[in-house]
């Protein structure tokens, strides 16, 4: 009996570990065949950071077209196949095949070889004195959804699919010679560096930052221009939420952001008549109403800084708006319905009164995601740019190779800002002489890139400089176990989870009777997983504790730490400081979340 039960326990396993297998090969295959070879990075931040409706119907796809598949033949497969080790060996390849396909090994590598590259290229814009004109030139940002130079060519595409913008393109000025790198080859991924010059690694944000801020010691295009006086604008047709753009862009200097939600909270639109694809609100309600803002911003007399990404072409769930004709299929439909409205909108801003004021750039966010279905084999694919009306007439494009890593600094001086050889972060002006890094290192640049680097880590790092309050602790022995409560004594905190994220609490304490002073803290640290956290603790800059805690602690963490009344200064003020350190290369390391702390005096 007791064999026959360890027979089925192992039968029960091998299926187990054989369905896995197979359901994650299916869902690679799919994923594939979606968006075409994407690594494991980018599914890992995707899968934190993707929650809206698009997103939801993605999963449920997959959970249609691969879990049920992979079911079903496990099923077949261990019915058939009475040899464990044949049903083994196809686990091994599902899983091989899988590993293959998602670059895992890659991955593994790089997250563990630190390149220098951002030591030795990345200009650090606080380090760069901007000289802004005296009349201070708009700027409008239109990033289109996947959309490639190479539609207007129609020995690719059987005709001009952009015959608006490719007129427009060859008018004004726009370049050749694009490169897409890796962790630009996304939406987000593409913001961040047409934005900060530099490539989006997500899955490497560490600590209870991440939560409500994005890389928060980076500077960015738009901060810069707030700084300047500048207003700051941004617009898409779906949720902020997605991707955690609306986070990016609020820790990046952009006041005003508009998504979804917003754009029928405020704008009183109809969501059932407002919706273009599940990724949300169509692009034509979305121009529209970007011409009514733009008409009262340019009425403040303010520079400002207007960004607006279109949506209709965002695969897998394409959309057509009413007002385009169905004429060559639903992709091509799709690219020259999103030309004719683009150019629509940029028509209409040429014939404002505030456009002799404003340039006006637009670009694809990167090319469609995967290989293009249009011309699978072509091998130059081109993202779509031009730049219309810059602040210098006489100013004069470069012949480049270049990559989204460039068109921050560009940006800048199409406006007619005047740094340094036009160099800001990984960006080099494609205005300039100066090669740009992918002419300089080719494809070593993208290698690099795909390495950690203790720079870009130092980005997720919220840099303080504080002046501890010292607010007057109520009594001896009384908790205080609220974010509300807790917060009067922290310098610098962050509210998440139903807790406050701190690194230190400062006291204005009553006169101590007794020798000795006891504090109790309840807390809890952020992912504990994978190694230990040690939490290094400071009195008036004496150290008089060093916690340590592995990842089977129990949380919330209770500890009582007890130090001289001597440590206080004559005016009994106390200034705790937590300095956590982690060990190794972990992926997170994070400062306390309070929930509850007394002080005694016992």
Known sequence: ??????????????????????????????????WGNVSIEQILINMVEANNEAAQEIVE????????????????????????????????????????????????????????????????????????????????????????????????????????????????????????????????????????????????????????????????????????????????????????????????????????????QKFGI????????????????????????????????????????????????????????????????????????????????????FYKNTTVIIAGDHIKT????????????????????????????????????DLPPTALQAIGVKFDKGQFGLGRSLFEPYPTLIEQMGRELDNNLQKASKVYESFNVIKTTFTPLYTAYPQWGEYVNTPQTIKPYASFSDEAFNVLWLDTLSFTLPQPQKRNIGFDICFKMLFMAERSRNVDVWANGHKIAALSFNDDVHQPICRKITFDKSLLTPENKLLLEFKVNTPGNSMVSVGLGVESFKLENN
């Open 270 to 353: 109809n969501a059932q008549n407002s919706k273009g694809s599940s990724w949300g609100v169509k692009d034509s309600l979305l121009y529209a109403i970007a011409k009514q803002r733009l008409t009262k911003i340019a009425k403040q007399n303010k520079p400002f800084l207007f960004s607006l990404l279109s949506l209709d072409n965002h695969g897998p769930n394409l959309y057509i708006d009413e007002q385009c004709l169905s004429k060559f299929g639903p992709e091509r439909d799709v690219i020259l319905c999103a030309d004719k409205m683009a150019y629509d909108f940029i028509d209409w801003i040429t014939k404002q009164d």
């Open 370 to 405: 995967g290989s293009n279905d249009l011309y699978p084999e072509y091998k130059n694919r081109q993202i779509y740019n031009v730049i219309l009306n810059p602040a210098v007439k006489n100013i004069q494009p470069q012949q480049h190779q270049w990559t989204l890593l």
């Open 61 to 264: 796809g997959y959970v249609i077209w691969t879990l049920i598949p992979a079911l079903l033949l496990c099923t077949i497969l261990t019915g058939l196949i009475k040899n464990n080790l044949y049903l083994c060996l196809i686990m091994l390849l599902s899983c091989g095949y899988s590993a293959y396909k998602l670059e895992l090994a890659q991955f593994l590598i790089n997250r563990n070889t630190y390149s220098e590259i951002y030591e030795k290229e990345y200009i650090n814009p606080q380090n760069i004195t901007f000289d802004f004109p005296d009349k201070k030139q708009n700027l409008i940002i239109l990033h289109l959804e996947s959309m490639e130079k190479n539609y207007a060519d129609a020995s690719l595409v059987g005709q001009n699919l952009l015959p608006n913008l490719s007129e427009l393109a060859k008018q004004n000025i726009s370049f050749d010679n694009f490169y897409q790198l890796h962790h630009q080859d996304y939406t987000l991924a593409g913001m961040l560096a047409s934005y900060c010059a530099v490539p989006y690694k997500g899955f490497r944000q560490e600590g209870y930052t991440a939560f409500n801020n994005f890389l928060p010691d980076l500077v960015c295009l738009p901060q810069i221009l707030q700084q300047n006086g500048y207003d700051t604008y941004f617009m898409k047709g779906a949720t902020l939420d997605f991707s955690r753009t609306g986070i990016f862009f609020s820790s990046h200097g952009v006041e005003d952001l508009v998504g979804e939600d917003e754009l029928y």
């Open 1 to 34: 009996m007791l064999k026959k039960i360890k027979n089925i326990a192992a039968d029960l396993g091998l299926f187990v570990l054989l369905f896995a297998s197979l359901f994650l090969c299916f869902a690679v295959i799919r994923t594939n065949l979606i």
